[in-house]
Every structure is written in C-alpha cells, then in structure tokens.
C-alpha cells in the first residue's frame, strides 16, 4: 500500500477535515484505476522522510525543501489555492508578527532584538523572512539573537512568552489558527508582509508515471470541487488547485538571492 500524507495544516481542529479531504480524494483516484491507494493519511513526525519515500502516494511539501533538499527527487503535483486576504490565491505569503504591546511599528525598528524561526528549510518562517530583513540589515546582521522554535505556533508562543520579539509566520497558517486557535494568537499583531511565492505545493514520488501524475491532478480538482466537501474545503481555507510549472517555484530561490546579493545568505 503507498502512503499518503496532508502534514502541512495539519492543526488539531482541522484533522477531520484533512481526514475527509482524502478520502474523497482517494475514492475518486480508485475510480480511476489508481491501485494502492491508502484509506487513511500517515501522520508521521519524520515527515520530511516520507517525502522521498519509493512509496509516497501523495503528499504537501513546503516551497524551499521542493527547490533545494527535494529538488529533482519528487514530482509537482499541483498548487492549491486558497482564501487570503479575501482572494482566492496561488500564491502566499508570511506575516511578520509582534506582541500586541511591543511599541515597534515596523520591522525596522526590531533592529537588535531577538527573532525566532520554525525552521531553517522554511520559506515562510526563514528565508521570505531573511529577504524582508535584508535591506535593513548592516555587515550582514540586524538581530541580536535568532532562535529555532521547530513550528509557526512554536514560533508564536516564544513570542507571547516573551522569549523572542518577532517572527514570520505562513499567512494561511495563521489564518486557519485566526479561525480555528484564536487564542494560540491573543496578543499578536501583524506589522508586516514579506514577499510573495507559490503556495506549498502537492507532490508525489519520483517514478510516479506521469498517467499517474494526471489522475492525482484530477481526483484532486474533483474532490474541492466536490459540493459534499464544501464545508471540509471551507474549514481548510481551499479553494481550488492549478497545474503549475515546477519553474514558478524558482522564486523562492530568487528570494534567497535576493537576499545574498544584499549580503544578508544568514538570517541574524
């Protein structure tokens, strides 16, 4: 049996609705013809490992891992869509967050204070930050401390302990906490966007055929377009998919040269 996994916006509340998601995802790939597809999503830890699995099935991997640990060794599905900022979107980016009671209007008076990052193969919470910050930085570095929390919520609690000053966190991983985890953002506020890139992207293992490949896109646009899944979509701020060129994710890596050629390769 091959594997299937939705790790991405995973939250809590929302595991029903990843849950129901593929399953009707799954039921429509079976009426295609597709063999060993799994009933049920893993959720595994270790889901950077499952990525490059011979048996992955299916799958959401951030834009950064797809352009640099995975490059060349999966296949782009497709790129969901999503409602932000009251528009359905392709395309994200990360809100550059605070305490509601920090004085600092702007990213560039957080200069000698301490960041936290989720991760540092994370678009949304390293690299879309490190551009954001790179124009304001002097020899190479603007904060005094940067920490690693190892997830946005992390990152949001550090900054609500008072442990770190500033983050940025995935928009759409902050609107789903806005919807369904208010109080994991009481005391937050946005004072920033970074730059926009792809959303994170579906994939699939390397070998997968490319009838394959087709039949994953299909089921995928029939399940979101299912109206049974009208509620679970809603939930889960999707809207849709498109079939995108795998070369629209090379803005991520114009990001990170971006931020190179101002002279800012390291977020500190």
Known sequence: MLKASLPMYDLPPLRAANDRLWR??????????VRQVPQSLTRDPKTARDWLADDLLFSQTCGYPLTHALKDKIRLVATPRYWLKEDARSDYCSYI????????QSLEALR????????????????????????????????????????????????????A??????????????????QALAGIRIIGDTAWAPCL?????LHCT?????????????????????????????????IRPISDYERIDEIEDEAAARGYPHLR
């Open 24 to 33: 009707e995802i799954a039921t429509h790939l079976r009426s295609l013809g």
């Open 97 to 104: 967050l605070v305490r509601e009671n920090d004085a600092a």
């Open 112 to 163: 000698g204070r301490r960041a936290v990052i989720n991760s540092a193969d994370s678009q949304s919470g390293f690299s879309a930050f490190r551009h954001a910050v790179a124009p304001l930085a002097e020899n190479g570095i603007f904060f005094s401390k940067v920490y690693i929390s190892g997830a946005h919520l992390y990152s949001i609690q550090w900054l609500r302990e008072g442990a």
């Open 165 to 182: 000053d500033v983050c940025a966190v995935d928009a759409i991983t902050y609107e789903l906490a806005a919807k369904w985890q208010p």
């Open 201 to 205: 992207p579906y994939i699939t293992r």
């Open 210 to 242: 490319d009838d394959e490949v087709r039949h994953l896109q299909t089921a995928l646009q029939a399940a979101i377009q299912s109206p049974a899944l009208a509620t679970v979509c809603q939930a889960l701020l999707l809207c849709g998919v498109e």
